[in-house]
């Protein structure tokens, strides 16, 4: 029946997916932990194993690294600027860790740091062709759609978010040093967009 069957490019096995996740802890564990902080939350539920991620970017440029692969959600943020470089290199890594991945994202602005500004922000301009592979995947319907209208669309309920939604208040935050809203800010868009890649778009594109 339509609509019924499997896309075999998503399917991975468990050994393979947890491979993947080592590959990711590995790289999340060689930071110094002074300037880049770290987070791991276990997430509930079932989650098949597929190979894709949910990747969320908070700041211009990004102070915030939020990515959910699988049942696991991990958060870095850099705590001083200075040494954002830390938080590139950490991401730099990560992707090409997720090249055989779908990555899917609620907005344009991940795409256009992670394949346009974030080569050149590590100066590894030669390399930035590594990430043309890379398949980021909007899943907004249109152009500037929201979280909260996209969930409850779908009659879906909202998640807490300290910010009310306004990632303009990132920056005031992150000078006042309030990180814990910040990292609450971005889990739940993760989890919105998860459940909006799950509930959503695979339904309709992949599945």
């Not at 590894?124 to 929201?146: H, P, T």
Request: aromatic share 12%.
């Amino acid at each position: 029946m339509e609509g019924t069957w499997i896309n075999f490019r998503l399917r991975t096995d468990k050994t393979e997916l947890q491979r993947v996740i080592r590959s990711i802890e590995s790289i999340i564990f060689t930071l110094d932990g002074t300037h880049v902080k770290s987070k791991k939350v276990k997430l509930d539920g079932i989650f098949p194993y597929y190979k894709y991620v949910i990747i969320d970017l908070e700041g211009d440029p990004p102070k915030l690294f939020g990515l959910i692969i699988s049942n696991i959600l991990y958060q870095l943020i850099v705590t001083n600027e200075k040494y954002s470089d830390q938080l590139y290199t950490a991401m730099w890594k990560i992707l090409h860790v997720l090249l055989e991945y779908y990555v899917f994202t609620f907005s344009n602005h991940e795409t256009r740091f992670l394949k346009k500004i974030l080569p050149f922000k590590l100066k590894l301009c030669e390399e930035k062709n590594l990430l043309k592979a890379l398949k980021i995947i909007n899943v907004q319907e249109r152009d500037f759609e929201g979280l909260v209208p996209a969930l409850y669309s779908m009659g879906e309920h909202v998640y807490n978010d300290p910010l009310l939604r306004d990632s303009k208040k990132v920056e005031f935050h992150f000078k006042q040093g309030n990180y814990y809203l910040i990292l609450e800010h971005n889990k739940s868009c993760l989890l919105s967009t998860l459940k909006i890649v799950q509930k959503r778009y695979l339904k309709l594109n992949l599945i």
